[in-house]
């Protein structure tokens, strides 16, 4: 419940702001007070009226407006609100946030305010996944800032799928509790979850590296789940580029030795999720300068084997040993049979199986297969069978696999 508080919604002008209106009522019917800032460009997508019909206050959106701001200026909103939230959480917000800039009366008030900030942006997959507004989100991340989404999805331009929606309301609203703290404890609430994403780079030399095609958005998607559900999340994450979820400790790595450190020392957990792509090899004697092409030959690249951080982690023995170890599976074909072996092979609890074949993936109705891809169809291979999952996003696969996660924790709690 959020009975009392004060919060100020930032309205930025995208097509998502019309979810706004009902994210006000879902504020509203939690007991919050909300008052509402319009930027100039969400005004041509929803009405001040609407806004200030749905929030029964008055609609701010001028800086200069004498009238707003004898009637409450700018330092008066920032101040009285007990959390900002930004909603849509627009590109160009974000640059303005980045940089302190300060020209209208949003702006203005995110500058002033030292309120806890939220944003839930939204805008086109590519904008979002521009390096510019990846370093955005990563400095505002830096500086308190805490967002919710973007979900993946199909956008509102015709044909265009990607991570971009706005985090849908009731999110938002729950996002805001959890800020708070005046949220209902959620499923993982005090349990430690550690999860790996994205590739590994392994040096050859100073300036190459062997790498693969893993984007990061799977396991990263289960992170942030589990921190939405109460966990206390470390994410150890290969070279992505992605922003860092909100509310999770992450460590930045690059090579699978690295990776294992980063995962020993994050145990002990309560379910540890393995969705890193790790490399089998590395170069055996990396070169401590660049090789240098002489024209005669070719340098040899001798392999050495990696750790498997997975069977490692499933091997360890006592309270070591997270209760639930999955690993993922990503298989070209007999993806089922190669994942029923991959986990007794591995001493893991769970596997989840996914065909990274473009056929497969087509199959499934991913065009072009998962690697890189917004959505996936896993299957989920236990002790007790094979689960196939429909087709949905990576944010809902991680959904999904949490809330199993946080189920099956619990029966073994009760049960012991
Ligand atoms: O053996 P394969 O690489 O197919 O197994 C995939 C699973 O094992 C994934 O969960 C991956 O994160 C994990 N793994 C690991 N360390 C390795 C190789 C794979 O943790 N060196």
Redesign the pocket.
């Known amino acids: 419940m959020l009975t009392g508080k004060r919060i100020l919604l930032i309205i930025g002008g995208g097509i998502a702001a019309y979810k706004s209106l009902d994210l006000i009522r879902r504020l509203k019917e939690r007991g919050a007070d909300v008052r509402v800032v319009m930027t100039e460009a969400a005004q041509r997508f929803v009405t001040p009226l609407a806004a200030g019909a749905l929030s029964h206050g008055k609609v701010f959106a001028e800086l200069f407006d004498r009238e707003d701001e004898q009637d409450i200026g700018h330092i008066r909103l920032a101040r009285e609100a007990d959390l900002v939230l930004v909603a849509p959480a627009t590109a160009d917000l974000l640059a303005k946030m980045t940089h302190g800039l300060a020209g209208d009366l949003a702006t203005a008030v995110l500058l002033a305010t030292r309120a806890p900030i939220l944003a839930a942006p939204a805008m086109n997959p590519a904008m979002w996944s521009h390096p510019t507004t990846v370093r955005n989100a990563v400095q505002l991340g830096a500086d308190g800032v805490v967002f919710i989404g973007p979900n993946a999805g199909a956008m509102a331009e015709r044909g265009e799928d990607g991570a971009g929606r706005m985090a849908e309301p009731v999110e938002i609203a729950e996002a805001v509790e959890r800020l708070l703290g005046t949220s209902t404890p959620g499923p993982l609430a005090g349990r430690r979850v550690l999860v ?1 994403s994205g590739p ?1 780079h392994e040096p050859i030399d100073p300036v190459r590296y062997i790498a693969n095609r893993s984007s990061g958005k799977q396991g990263h998607a289960i992170a942030a789940a589990a921190a939405s559900a109460g966990a206390q999340v470390t994410l150890v994450s290969g070279p992505v580029g992605l922003p860092d979820p909100p509310g999770v400790a992450v460590r930045h790595v690059e090579t ?1 030795r690295e ?2 450190a980063a ?1 020993e020392a994050a145990l002990p957990a309560d379910a540890a ?8 090899w590395r170069v055996a004697g990396e070169a401590a300068q660049k090789l240098k092409k002489d024209g005669t030959s070719v340098p040899p690249l001798a392999l050495v ?9 499933a091997h360890l023995s006592g309270n070591r040993r997270p209760r639930l170890v ?6 070209t074909h007999n993806v089922i049979a ?1 994942a029923q072996a ?1 986990r007794a ?2 001493g ?1 609890d769970w ?2 199986a996914n065909d990274v074949s473009m056929d497969g993936g087509a199959a499934s109705g991913i065009p072009g297969g998962v690697m890189g891809a917004d959505s996936n169809a896993v299957h989920l291979v236990t002790e007790a069978g094979v689960e196939h999952w429909p087709t949905g996003t990576k944010t809902e696969v991680a959904r999904r696999l949490v809330a199993r996660i946080a189920e099956t924790l619990n029966a073994a709690e009760a049960a012991s």
């Open positions: 790996t590994t699978a990776m294992l995962v999720i393995f969705a890193a792509a790790v490399a089998d084997e990696n750790p498997d951080i997975l069977s490692s982690v999955v690993g993922f599976a990503a298989e190669h991959k092979r591995k893991c596997i989840v």
